[in-house]
C-alpha cells in the first residue's frame, strides 16, 4: 500500500509478476486493476472541491435528504455533513414540468455567471442536477456543454448522464458523490495507465468494476460512483 502515490504499488506488483513468471512486458496481453481508491476518498473525505448547480430552491435538498433514518427516535443522532457546503451550492431560475415540458426556460449568462463564481472560488469538479431533467435534459445539457467549453479543465458530471431517473435527492447525492471523486480517480488512473504504458506493455490496462465486470480507464475516470 502506497497512499501518498497510490498507483505506484499496483505497478510493482506488475513488476514482481513479470519476475516470477520470467515473463517481458510485451508479452502482457490483459492488465485489469481493483482500487478502492474511490472508496476510500469518499470515506476519508478527501475528495475534490465539488461546487453544485441545481435548480432555484434546491440546494439544500442534499441536507434535508429523506425522512429514512437508521434509528429515527434517537434524539441525539448526527447526521453527516454533506460532501458540498451550501456555499458551493448555487441555484439557476429554471424549471421543467413534470411531464418533461419547459415552464422556465434556462439563461446562459446566469449559468455562466453561477460557474464562474464556483471556479473562482477553486473549485475542481462541478456537478449539475435539475428538477425532472431525467424526463427532459435539454437545460442540464446546456449547462454541461458551457461549463466543457469556457472550463475545459473542471470535471464535470451532469445528473442525466449518469443516472436519469426520477427521485430528486437519489439523482443529486449520486451526482455529487461522483463529481466528489472525478479528479481523483482521474489523476490516479492516468499515472497508473503511463506508467503500464512505459513499462512496455502495449495493452490497455481495464479497471474493476463493482459489479464484477471490467471497464476502462476513462470510462471509470467519468463515472468513479
Given at each position: 500500500?502506497?497512499?501518498?502515490?497510490?498507483?505506484?504499488?499496483?505497478?510493482?506488483?506488475?513488476?514482481?509478476?513479470?519476475?516470477?513468471?520470467?515473463?517481458?512486458?510485451?508479452?502482457?496481453?490483459?492488465?485489469?486493476?481493483?482500487?478502492?481508491?474511490?472508496?476510500?476518498?469518499?470515506?476519508?473525505?478527501?475528495?475534490?472541491?465539488?461546487?453544485?448547480?441545481?435548480?432555484k430552491?434546491?440546494?439544500?435538498?442534499?441536507?434535508?435528504?429523506?425522512?429514512?433514518?437508521?434509528?429515527?427516535?434517537d434524539?441525539?443522532?448526527?447526521?453527516?455533513?454533506?460532501?458540498?457546503?451550501?456555499?458551493?451550492?448555487?441555484?439557476?431560475?429554471?424549471?421543467?414540468?413534470?411531464?418533461?415540458?419547459?415552464?422556465?426556460?434556462?439563461d446562459?449568462?446566469?449559468?455562466?455567471?453561477?460557474?464562474?463564481?464556483?471556479?473562482?472560488?477553486?473549485?475542481q469538479?462541478?456537478?449539475?442536477?435539475?428538477?425532472?431533467?431525467?424526463?427532459?435534459?435539454?437545460?442540464?445539457?446546456?449547462?454541461?456543454?458551457?461549463?466543457?467549453q469556457?472550463?475545459?479543465?473542471?470535471?464535470?458530471?451532469?445528473?442525466?448522464e449518469?443516472?436519469?431517473?426520477?427521485?430528486?435527492?437519489?439523482?443529486?447525492?449520486?451526482?455529487?458523490?461522483?463529481?466528489?471523486?472525478?479528479?481523483?480517480?482521474?489523476?490516479?488512473?492516468?499515472?497508473?495507465?503511463?506508467?503500464?504504458?512505459?513499462?512496455?506493455?502495449?495493452?490497455?490496462?481495464?479497471?474493476?468494476?463493482?459489479?464484477?465486470?471490467?471497464?476502462?480507464?476513462?470510462?471509470?475516470?467519468?463515472?468513479?460512483?
Amino acid at each position: 500500500s502506497t497512499p501518498d502515490f497510490p498507483h505506484k504499488a499496483p505497478i510493482q506488483g506488475i513488476r514482481e509478476i513479470l519476475i516470477t513468471a520470467q515473463a517481458t512486458p510485451e508479452q502482457v496481453k490483459f492488465v485489469g486493476l481493483g482500487t478502492t481508491v474511490a472508496t476510500n476518498a469518499l470515506h476519508e473525505r478527501k475528495g475534490a472541491l465539488t461546487g453544485l448547480i441545481t435548480t432555484k430552491g434546491f440546494r439544500d435538498l442534499l441536507e434535508i435528504g429523506r425522512q429514512k433514518r437508521p434509528n429515527p427516535y434517537d434524539l441525539f443522532a448526527r447526521r453527516t455533513k454533506p460532501l458540498i457546503k451550501r456555499s458551493l451550492r448555487l441555484e439557476v431560475a429554471e424549471r421543467i414540468t413534470v411531464d418533461g415540458q419547459v415552464l422556465l426556460p434556462i439563461d446562459d449568462a446566469e449559468i455562466l455567471a453561477i460557474a464562474s463564481e464556483l471556479v473562482l472560488q477553486g473549485v475542481q469538479s462541478i456537478a449539475i442536477c435539475f428538477l425532472n431533467s431525467y424526463i427532459n435534459p435539454v437545460h442540464e445539457l446546456r449547462t454541461a456543454q458551457l461549463l466543457r467549453q469556457h472550463w475545459p479543465k473542471i470535471s464535470v458530471t451532469s445528473s442525466q448522464e449518469l443516472v436519469p431517473e426520477f427521485r430528486e435527492y437519489e439523482r443529486l447525492s449520486s451526482t455529487v458523490i461522483n463529481a466528489y471523486l472525478m479528479p481523483v480517480m482521474r489523476h490516479y488512473l492516468e499515472q497508473f495507465t503511463a506508467e503500464v504504458r512505459a513499462m512496455g506493455i502495449a495493452e490497455a490496462p481495464f479497471v474493476m468494476a463493482s459489479g464484477g465486470g471490467i471497464v476502462t480507464p476513462e470510462l471509470a475516470s467519468q463515472r468513479p460512483i
